[in-house]
């Protein structure tokens, strides 16, 4: 995918935020916590059992200060390019992009639907994304709703693309008033495109309360009869298939609706399980070698969030294998969590100065071929496997074993292993091998 030639600019750049300042701080705490520590030592025989409990709460604490100075140590974190994407890479690489939701009470279907608005309108070729959206409530009302947002879709993203939006989910966006002149295109699109959302989000509100919408169209929703969140079979709906195929900003991407199949008896594990299923029937559809997580109440607050994940992935100064995933900051809002964003400052700038950031849960860039247990030592310069992975991976029994007996998904992971390109395939012909019960777990 990427030019043989070398781009005369890096794609991304490693900035350090070295501080002796704070070093010989941080150096001089420890310094005096290690030395109460010895005045205790030296005294621990003259004192009762109190100074003996003082003596172990500091020790604790001058362990954790120790461990905190090593991370904060060097600093650094890695900036992209993305304008500089283009120029270095003849065809960009697919992206899967996942969205978990469990309970439509706790996680209403309009939080879903703005998260799913956001990652739809990202500033990216749109024959190169697909979104899936895991609903482990099994919920008819999560659905409808999405199915609702996908005709909204076809308004939004243009939309945010025509006027480059920054933040891409409506609910966001529409908090800010109109500042401009009444009589300019702009203002005319944001009326019309604001008073769509509206009316989208007064009919998940009114499906709510009210389940007459079940009846509309018993096909769509005939999976739905009879079900309960914690036993039912698979369901896999296409929502939205991008038939262009050329990535015009006009075009909306693959949108999919899954719910995997659950029985009392079986444990589900919870999102890690959700996300195994999702990584299974995605690659039955689209088997892209990215993959992007993110919860159901998440938004994009940076329109070209997958151009900066692929300036990482795709650097060539560095080496062809050098990256296993990208972890994304997460920003708060309506929320007390400065002290989140505190620790990620911390911790997430350390890691990076160390060796790289650590996986936070959410607003990640997965490797596909890393989340099949591929390591560095298992591929050559070139990013092809060597002949040891190769007999390890590719043998029958180990497919068999990792991945279980369906021909369709074991001939997915073989063609990532192997980085083939995907067959050009409809959905909907993937999606009758999704609901057969070989991808459940």
């Given at each position: 995918?990427?030019?043989?030639?070398?781009?005369?600019?890096?794609?991304?750049?490693?900035?350090?935020?070295?501080?002796?300042?704070?070093?010989?701080?941080?150096?001089?705490?420890?310094?005096?916590?290690?030395?109460?520590?010895?005045?205790?030592?030296?005294?621990?025989?003259?004192?009762?059992?109190?100074?003996?409990?003082?003596?172990?709460?500091?020790?604790?604490?001058?362990?954790?200060?120790?461990?905190?100075?090593?991370?904060?140590?060097?600093?650094?974190?890695?900036?992209?390019?993305?304008?500089?994407?283009?120029?270095?890479?003849?065809?960009?690489?697919?992206?899967?992009?996942?969205?978990?939701?469990?309970?439509?009470?706790?996680?209403?279907?309009?939080?879903?639907?703005?998260?799913?608005?956001?990652?739809?309108?990202?500033?990216?070729?749109?024959?190169?994304?697909?979104?899936?959206?895991?609903?482990?409530?099994?919920?008819?009302?999560?659905?409808?709703?999405?199915?609702?947002?996908?005709?909204?879709?076809?308004?939004?993203?243009?939309?945010?693309?025509?006027?480059?939006?920054?933040?891409?989910?409506?609910?966001?966006?529409?908090?800010?008033?109109?500042?401009?002149?009444?009589?300019?295109?702009?203002?005319?699109?944001?009326?019309?495109?604001?008073?769509?959302?509206?009316?989208?989000?007064?009919?998940?509100?009114?499906?709510?309360?009210?389940?007459?919408?079940?009846?509309?169209?018993?096909?769509?929703?005939?999976?739905?009869?009879?079900?309960?969140?914690?036993?039912?079979?698979?369901?896999?709906?296409?929502?939205?298939?991008?038939?262009?195929?050329?990535?015009?900003?006009?075009?909306?991407?693959?949108?999919?609706?899954?719910?995997?199949?659950?029985?009392?008896?079986?444990?589900?594990?919870?999102?890690?399980?959700?996300?195994?299923?999702?990584?299974?029937?995605?690659?039955?559809?689209?088997?892209?070698?990215?993959?992007?997580?993110?919860?159901?109440?998440?938004?994009?607050?940076?329109?070209?969030?997958?151009?900066?994940?692929?300036?990482?992935?795709?650097?060539?100064?560095?080496?062809?294998?050098?990256?296993?995933?990208?972890?994304?900051?997460?920003?708060?809002?309506?929320?007390?969590?400065?002290?989140?964003?505190?620790?990620?400052?911390?911790?997430?700038?350390?890691?990076?100065?160390?060796?790289?950031?650590?996986?936070?849960?959410?607003?990640?860039?997965?490797?596909?071929?890393?989340?099949?247990?591929?390591?560095?030592?298992?591929?050559?310069?070139?990013?092809?496997?060597?002949?040891?992975?190769?007999?390890?991976?590719?043998?029958?029994?180990?497919l068999a074993r990792d991945f279980g007996n369906s021909k369709e998904v074991v001939k997915s992971v073989v063609e990532t292993l192997q980085i083939k390109s995907n067959p050009q395939n409809t959905l909907a012909n993937s999606q009758s091998g999704s609901r057969s019960g070989e991808v459940s777990l």
């Open positions: 995918m990427a030019d043989s030639s070398s781009s005369l600019h890096p794609l991304c750049g490693k900035i350090a935020y070295k501080s002796y300042f704070l070093r010989a701080v941080d150096l001089t705490i420890l310094g005096l916590l290690y030395s109460l520590l010895l005045y205790r030592i030296l005294h621990l025989n003259q004192n009762d059992t109190v100074w003996v409990v003082a003596f172990l709460c500091e020790s604790f604490f001058s362990f954790v200060w120790f461990l905190v100075t090593c991370i904060k140590w060097s600093p650094a974190e890695y900036k992209s390019y993305p304008e500089r994407l283009d120029e270095s890479v003849h065809e960009l690489p697919s992206v899967d992009m996942f969205v978990t939701t469990a309970d439509p009470v706790r996680e209403p279907p309009i939080l879903v639907v703005n998260t799913m608005l956001s990652l739809l309108a990202v500033n990216y070729p749109a024959n190169k994304l697909a979104c899936y959206v895991s609903d482990d409530g099994c919920s008819a009302l999560t659905c409808f709703s999405l199915k609702e947002a996908s005709k909204f879709a076809n308004i939004w993203v243009p939309f945010c693309k025509k006027y480059n939006v920054r933040v891409r989910a409506p609910f966001r966006y529409f908090l800010n008033p109109l500042d401009v002149t009444e009589d300019s295109e702009f203002s005319k699109d944001w009326e019309i495109t604001k008073r769509e959302y509206e009316k989208l989000s007064q009919k998940v509100e009114d499906a709510t309360g009210d389940s007459h919408w079940l009846d509309v169209d018993d096909d769509d929703f005939e999976a739905f009869s009879n079900t309960k969140p914690t036993n039912h079979s698979t369901i896999v709906k296409v929502i939205w298939e991008n038939k262009g195929g050329v990535g015009d900003k006009e075009e909306v991407p693959h949108f999919v609706y899954l719910s995997r199949e659950k029985r009392p008896n079986y444990l589900h594990h919870y999102k890690a399980g959700a996300m195994n299923f999702l990584v299974r029937v995605s690659g039955l559809m689209t088997n892209a070698p990215y993959m992007l997580n993110v919860d159901c109440d998440m938004y994009v607050n940076e329109a070209d969030v997958v151009r900066q994940a692929m300036c990482i992935f795709l650097q060539k100064s560095m080496n062809s294998n050098h990256c296993a995933f990208v972890q994304f900051p997460q920003d708060f809002y309506d929320s007390n969590a400065d002290e989140l964003t505190v620790l990620q400052s911390y911790l997430g700038r350390g890691t990076a100065g160390i060796q790289g950031p650590m996986y936070a849960g959410s607003g990640c860039f997965h490797t596909r071929r890393v989340m099949y247990g591929l390591s560095v030592d298992d591929l050559k310069e070139d990013g092809s496997l060597s002949s040891a992975a190769t007999s390890k991976f590719l043998a029958e029994e180990s």
